[in-house]
């Protein structure tokens, strides 16, 4: 025990005789790393490898062989044929599976900035003193579109955005006749604006979900409504992680809150903010569940989206090595995609 | 100086406002759902989305005789079993990344992230075949299992996080009283990164309590989580608005409780770190 | 076993402590999502899991049976003499039925459970008041005569279920081929949809759709049927099963106005919609599970309880079942759907193994059709490539697969 408290005070001896940055590693003795270093890691690592790496490696596996699930028998005789790399460069000329990793991509960039955006406001808000016993409220409120079950969510969508009996239209039309009354009021632009949402809009009844480009916004939207507190509350811890100090001499400098923002908050939140891309990336690459209950895939293919496309191939073409072979392909995009992430957003404060 | 009150003021309001749309944000589509769960299915489809109406349990009737009050346990034993024992095996690991230095941190660190990124849609065969092996089919305990891979990375990513912002200083004072490395971890660390801690653990239980997919898989009828049942309703051919809607209330209490009782933490880590 | 939330398998439920009392074996279901089913029976089959009956849809029963997983009903005759029941009867099933859900090849594997018809549902309300007293007996007259007078003031004449997938294949695609005299297939396995009478059915499902209501291309089952029990259409052309809740008076508003009819007939007669389920013994079981499994089938779809059963809301495949006069007095739909039974066509879908890829195609293009993202002609040029493609890969052009759909 007193071994190990000696060298952490060399160490920190070490840094403090440095600039206040942390010494590299080499200033300190290799075997005084501290024996807790394996006691604190080994079981997480251990836990993980023993329950995760068996169905990673054998969905690589998967991924170079034939495996079409009725024709389970027949491997079993004579065994499953090797493919090399065949289901991957298959990919390649499989237009579905270009087209929904696109529309993919999209969904991606039109969301994610939205969600981080509305996020930081909303932690922002919830940061700022005042209003106590409100914020209280809305942090707990934050977690209530995060605990409803993901298909629950898409049910709840197709609910509220129903063409005929959703409460959005309702709300839509009820603006609408808001307008009707204070109509006479604003003569002139009135009427050309009535007239053009008229024209944009002839029934009342704006089809959500049945029209393509609707139906990807809604999605959207329940995406958003689920999401968005997710990245508030991460965000906002990371908001606690500001040294008090710092931030009240910062206020005191300029009254302008985005100045704060900025030079002061930001810095503290990169990691918070490389979390938020990393997860939701890997998350919408990995959704399914909402647009399925939803939408199926969308009018047409409006709304079909990687994982979608993948859980047809496995589960209704029941060819799990060429939905192993797009698993893959898309961790390894994920995988990329992070490191980038880290290499421009990730600081160590 | 009265610009400034004036400006204050101002903002004052304009927090009070965003802070009620952010509230109604949330809450309106959850609000609807509870409502939709206490009408008469008739009126759920009609043409006018009614705000007043006479609330009916009849849905929630329905909903129990299908066994949606067992199916709460199970899925609450599996959410708090597998909430534990991430924080039991994260909050260290967090902590060993945190401070200490050695060969290959950032790589271990980042495995820890990729163990989040499968599809579990390639997934589910594997495990599928693993669990059958182990006679595993049916116990909630492989459930447990499971969702370690994808609940500890994010216990290690917020904790890990939260504890690189507690100042070192206070590390060093707690070893020059000659407390080793564990015991800094226990009195120090911990406390203080009670916010991020409350945070994952919130994460934790709910990712677990609405994971769908391995749980239709790997689960038989009698220990089916609260999702599983919520989702056999939809029976393709008809969709029973109202007991769905009951049961996703259902399933979303618990959780909103168990936030509630752990939010208070959160809070509380908050005000330590102002005084601390 | 696994059974879906219908009021077919709900019926058997209520029915089961009869059969457990009787014959002391534990039957132990689980009810799981139809979207969900094939793939938990697959992974189960193909990984030598627990289930001992197999629940199989029409269009997996080519796929089951050359998987190998269900046993042929010779089989278990010749292995378990003893527990087949006299009484059993197989002829007295509907020949069209057995034969479409519970043949592949010409054996049999299993007897029908679940089935439906497509039936015309009608608001006889919304008819009277437009001047009709019966329903349309023909497509032509109801696209030319009915539909113009029933739809205005936002109400609409007619509503087709086909949101993308099973749902646009079956119900809303396949729907407008086989009365025009078209087909997905020809004799060869060529696509035939390039045939004039097929386009010539699609064509007239693209003329429908302004007598449908807007967004009409994301409506599912459930969709449709609301949209008649709320009064907002006048005709829907859906599956049996939805009988009972059309008159259930907490879902629907034309309890007493609702009307039943076999499906329209097309100029080449009458071929209405053909779906359902049959039940099966998996190979995976060991053999006192599989004479367990029998027994159970064979009680399920008896004739002892055919009455039972119907009566308790499911519909039973025999013969002998609807002899019963009151039974067809009580139940106004099952008249339509019987006689709809003897002029349907087994080859609705095709039901090979690979229907799965083919009608993802078919759904992926068809919705687009209606969207008029591309014309008929040119999705069912795609379709027809595509679907090519497809069973050239699997070797139905060069003789290795028997052409057997």
Known sequence: MRKSGRALRTRSEARLSGKGKLMPIRAVPRKTYSNGVIFFLAPAVIVLLAVGIFPLLFAVWNSMHEFILSRARIYALHGQPFLWFQNYLGLVNDAGFRESLFRTFVFLLINLPIQLVLGLLIALL??????????????????????????????????????????????????????????????????????????????????????????????????????????????????????????????????????VLW????????????????????DILKMFDVVYTMTQGGPGNATDLISVYVQRVGFRQVDQGVASAQAIVLLIITIILSRIYIRYFYREI | MAAIRISKKRFGIAHFVGLLLILFFCVFPFYWMVSSSLKDPQLILSQKPTLTFQP?????????????????????????TTTALSLLLGTPAAYALARFDFRGKKDIWFWFITNRMVSPIVLALPFFLLASNFHLIGNPIVLVFIYLTFNVPIVVWICSDQFRGIPKELDEAATLEGYNSFSIFWRVALPLGAPGI??????????????????????????????????????????????????????ALPVIIFSLIVSRQMVRGLTMGAIK | MIFLDRPGY????????????????????????????????????????ELTVALVDLVWIGEFAEAGWIV???????????????????????????????TWQG?????????????????????????????????????????????????????LQSRRGETQSCDSFMRFLWPWGGSLLDAKFHSNLGNPKSQEGLNFRQSLEKYMPPGIVDYDHSDAVNALAQGNVAMITEWSAFYSTLVDPKSSKIVDKLGVAPEPKGPDGRKPALGGFSLAVASQANDKQKAAAWLFIQWATGKEIGKQYV???????????????????????????????????????????????????????????????????????????????????????????????
């Open chain 1, 126 to 259: 919830l940061h700022k003193v005042g209003h106590e016993w409100l914020k209280n409220i809305c942090r707990v409120s934050l977690v209530i579109p995060l605990a409803t079950t993901l298909a629950v969510v898409g049910l709840m969508g197709r609910l509220m955005f129903n063409s005929s009996f959703g409460v959005v239209n309702y709300a839509v039309a009820t603006v609408i006749s808001l307008f009707h009354s204070i109509g006479p009021l604003l003569q002139g632009h009135f009427q050309v604006l009535h007239g053009f949402w008229r024209h944009v809009v002839p029934s009342n009844m704006i089809d959500w979900l049945g029209n393509p480009n609707l139906a990807f916004a809604t999605v959207s939207i329940m995406d958003c409504w689920q999401w968005t507190p997710f990245c508030a509350l991460v965000l906002l811890s990371s908001l606690t992680l500001v040294p008090p100090e710092i931030e009240e001499a910062a206020k005191l400098e300029t009254d302008r809150w985005w100045q």
């Open chain 3, 72 to 102: 042929p009903f010779e089989e278990i005759k010749k292995k378990y003499p003893d527990i087949i029941d006299p009484n059993f009867d197989i002829n007295d099933f509907i020949p069209l039925i057995l034969n479409a859900f519970g």
């Open chain 3, 107 to 159: 054996k049999v594997y299993g007897p029908p459970f679940d089935n439906y018809s497509g039936l015309l549902y009608y608001n006889k309300d919304m008819l009277k008041e437009a001047g009709f007293d019966k329903p349309p007996e023909t497509w032509d007259e109801l696209i030319n005569t009915y539909a113009p007078k029933l739809t205005k003031n936002s109400k609409y004449a007619f509503a």
């Open chain 3, 311 to 405: 009566e308790a809301g499911g519909i039973s495949g025999r013969q002998s079942t609807y002899k019963d006069p009151a039974l067809l007095a009580k139940y106004p739909f099952i008249q339509p759907m019987l006689d709809s039974w003897q002029q349907g066509v087994p080859e609705y879908r095709p039901r090979f193994s690979e229907w799965s890829k083919l009608t993802d195609i078919i759904a992926e293009w068809g919705t687009k059709m209606m969207l008029n993202q591309v014309s008929v002609k040119q999705g069912s040029d795609e379709i027809g490539t595509r679907t090519e493609a497809v069973l050239k890969d699997a070797g139905y052009y060069d003789g290795k697969k028997p052409l057997a759909q």
């Open chain 2, 56 to 80: 009916t349990l009849e849905n929630y009737q329905d909903a129990f005789q299908r066994n949606v009050g067992g199916s709460l346990g199970i899925s609450l034993f599996v959410a708090l």
């Open chain 2, 198 to 251: 409350a945070v994952s653990a919130i994460f934790c239980f709910i990712f677990s309590w609405n994971e769908l997919l391995y749980a239709l898989i790997l689960m038989r009828r009698e220990t089916q989580t609260a999702p599983v049942v919520a989702t056999s309703f939809m029976s393709g051919y008809q969709v029973p608005w109202g007991q769905i809607m009951a049961t996703g209330t259902l399933v």
């Open chain 3, 10 to 49: 709900n019926a058997i439920i209520k029915l089961l402590p009869d059969f457990e009392k009787r014959t002391g074996i534990k039957i132990k279901y689980q009810i799981v999502p139809y979207e969900n089913t094939r793939e938990k029976e697959e992974l189960d089959f193909s990984s030598n899991g």
């Open chain 1, 263 to 282: 030079r002061v908050q930001l810095p503290f939140m990169l990691p918070g903010i490389t979390a938020i891309l990393i997860l939701r990336t890997a």
